[in-house]
């Protein structure tokens, strides 16, 4: 015979795991009925502030930043990548960081930029529109916001939520953009699509004073997959992309953060051993085969940097370092020299690439 006050624990208990399940399967029930894929082929609205049109022959730079929506200082250790947090310090902290970017970018003054990891409404960097910010940092130039991010509210880390998420690329030109287009990219169809990016890349026309068109791709590659082959399908139907519009006789230019080691072999360049971390796999050279474009892998050789941390933890001097930030341009385009900003990490757990070229006459 159960006595009554142990009868009355027990059923405290059985209603308290009730109510856990009954919270964890409406979480999961939201998370799944609120995921949704971002429409393909849809048209981006165009910030106009200029009609110039890119000249033949004439240098130009191009930088690509990943800024990590702002929080990843060098003292920032990302939950996802074996660290502990989930969101930037503060407000003051995200508005700190964007003022740091935008004032290094207006410094640089490139002709066009490319930043991946912009939030516009997120939980993470405190609601703050990163977008506008920089936007207005940034004058002169026509823009482009594509999303990326459109998330359900993730409730992890429990002690301090990563939370929702609405955010994306921004790409900036001095020359007039005609027009803009977002594509979805190929993503994992399991699991692991509740937990990475709706993978996209923008396609941004430029104006060219030849009557010919800068075709400008921004873009994003999956990170967080079960295994390499979905960035290998990512990456050849962008490739396939910049191919048909060459063959039109355009000339194109994509960059961001491709999540390869784009110098096949970071660790050994950087002196830090990368066996135990197989998100960055080399680019598969045959995808290029048969086509009229080539990888940028910004490098100097005498004074390698990195374009990307580990963000297992605070920056430190025995993180995995690796370059995954570049271009892939196609060979009407003549580049002269690609390098990476030595920025240590201080604004993201990116430093910033650029590239400097000429579209031939």
Not at 110 to 129: G, Q
Request: with cysteine.
């Amino acid at each position: 015979m159960v006595p009554a006050k142990a009868k009355k624990v027990i059923k405290v208990i059985l209603i308290i795991l009730l109510a856990a399940v009954l919270i964890v399967g409406g979480y999961v029930a939201y998370v799944m009925i609120d995921y949704h894929r971002i429409e393909d082929n849809q048209a981006l609205q165009i910030n106009d502030a200029t009609s110039d049109a890119a000249l033949v022959d004439t240098e130009y730079k191009v930088i690509s930043y990943n800024i990590g929506f702002a929080a990843y200082t060098p003292d920032f250790g990302f939950f996802m990548d074996g660290g502990t947090q989930s969101r930037a310090e503060s407000e003051e902290s995200v508005k700190n960081v964007i003022s740091g970017v935008g004032d290094f970018l207006k410094s640089e003054s490139p002709d066009f930029i490319l930043i991946e990891e912009v939030d516009k409404n997120a939980t993470r960097s405190y609601h703050y529109d990163e977008e506008a910010a920089l936007r207005n940092m940034l004058e002169g130039y026509d823009s482009t916001f594509t999303v990326n991010f459109d998330s359900p509210y993730l409730f992890y880390p429990l002690s301090k939520p990563h939370g929702k998420s609405y955010a994306g690329m921004l790409t900036l030109s001095r020359f007039n953009i005609e027009s803009g287009l977002r594509r979805s990219l190929p993503i994992e169809d399991g699991f692991m699509k509740f937990v990475d990016l709706d993978r996209c890349y923008s396609v941004s026309r430029v104006s060219v004073s030849n009557d010919k068109e800068l075709v400008l791709y921004t873009l994003h590659l999956s990170a967080y997959t079960s295994d390499g082959t979905i960035a290998t399908e990512q990456l050849n139907m962008l490739i396939n992309d910049m191919q048909a519009e060459y063959e039109k006789g355009n000339y194109c230019i994509a960059g961001g953060d491709f999540n390869k080691d784009l110098l096949v072999d970071s660790g050994k360049i950087f002196g830090i051993d990368g066996a135990d971390y197989t998100w960055a796999q080399p680019v598969d050279p045959t995808l290029f085969d048969g086509t009229n474009l080539s990888m940028v892998a910004p490098f100097n050789e005498e004074k390698p940097v990195p374009s990307c941390r580990n963000a297992d933890g605070p920056y430190n001097d025995n993180q995995f370092v690796l370059t995954v930030d570049g271009f892939i341009v196609s060979d009407n385009v003549t580049v002269s020299g690609s390098d990476v900003y030595d920025l240590g990490f201080k604004y993201s757990d990116h430093n910033p690439v650029y590239m400097t070229f000429k579209l031939n006459g």
